[in-house]
């Protein structure tokens, strides 16, 4: 079984792929407008949780809903590495935040406030003096600036938490079974009730480890679209 068929592959399961699910009895979309609207209102603020809990996959979805909406999003996604590589990161946020703010400030039709949303994706990358120079520059532009992180940020209220919920990642599984395989409701029941789901806790690694499941099953029939899956809002 190659990568692309794979219902489990990094393609299906990345964030912007799948929908952040809220775990609550309302419906996702709801919960998604409640939150974009609190961030707009509250200028910005910082979501939080361990690895692996659906923050990216989250903040791609508050992307989508602003984009929609005619806001223009800068999204930077900084990842972990040795000291040079953090400050070449920063160095290059700090660079087009910059570039993006001098465009804006050019067209005399256009006024900062919400036309403009700053995303990082992985704050805590940043050095203190960094992370400060960036929530001046929004807060002066009048910018919301939105940010995950593993822990509390200096600057920014926590507007959501995220944790991983074994009953939405059951459901998230079923659904990539469903529409990448031949199988069942009975068979995807029966192959996804053979994990110990109270045990996770990294969404990511889990599709990791059923991805390499799946790829060691002769007997996996797969009925994967050209385009990726996406399991969306309800």
């Known amino acids: 079984m190659t990568l692309a068929t794979n219902p489990f592959a990094t393609r299906y399961v990345r964030p912007g792929a799948l929908a952040y699910r809220f775990g609550v009895d309302r419906p996702d979309r709801d919960c998604l407008r409640e939150l974009a609207n609190r961030l707009r209102d509250r200028g910005g603020g910082s979501i939080l949780g361990p690895h692996g809990t659906g923050k990216s996959t989250l903040l791609h979805n508050l992307h989508e809903h602003y984009e929609q909406r005619g806001a223009v999003v800068l999204h930077f996604r900084l990842t972990g590495g040795n000291t040079k590589h953090r400050w070449r990161q920063q160095a290059g946020l700090w660079k087009d935040l910059t570039q993006s703010y001098r465009v804006h400030r050019d067209l005399p039709s256009q006024r900062l406030s919400f036309q403009l949303v700053v995303m990082i994706d992985g704050a805590e990358q940043l050095s203190p003096v960094g992370w400060y120079a960036i929530r001046q520059r929004c807060r002066y532009a009048g910018s919301p600036l939105i940010a995950t992180a593993h822990r509390r940020l200096a600057g920014l209220i926590c507007q959501h938490r995220t944790e991983v919920n074994p009953?939405?990642?059951q459901e998230v599984a079923n659904c990539l079974?469903?529409?990448g395989t031949v199988w069942n409701?009975?068979?995807?029941?029966k192959w996804i009730t053979r994990w110990d789901w109270q045990?996770?806790?990294n969404a990511r690694d889990q599709w990791s480890v059923m991805y390499d499941a799946i790829a060691r099953d002769p007997t996996?029939?797969?009925n994967l679209p050209s385009e990726h899956l996406t399991c969306q809002l309800d």
């Open 199 to 201: 045990s996770v806790s």
């Open 220 to 222: 996996m029939s797969t």
């Open 177 to 179: 079974l469903q529409q």
């Open 167 to 169: 009953s939405v990642l």
């Open 185 to 189: 409701a009975s068979a995807r029941h």
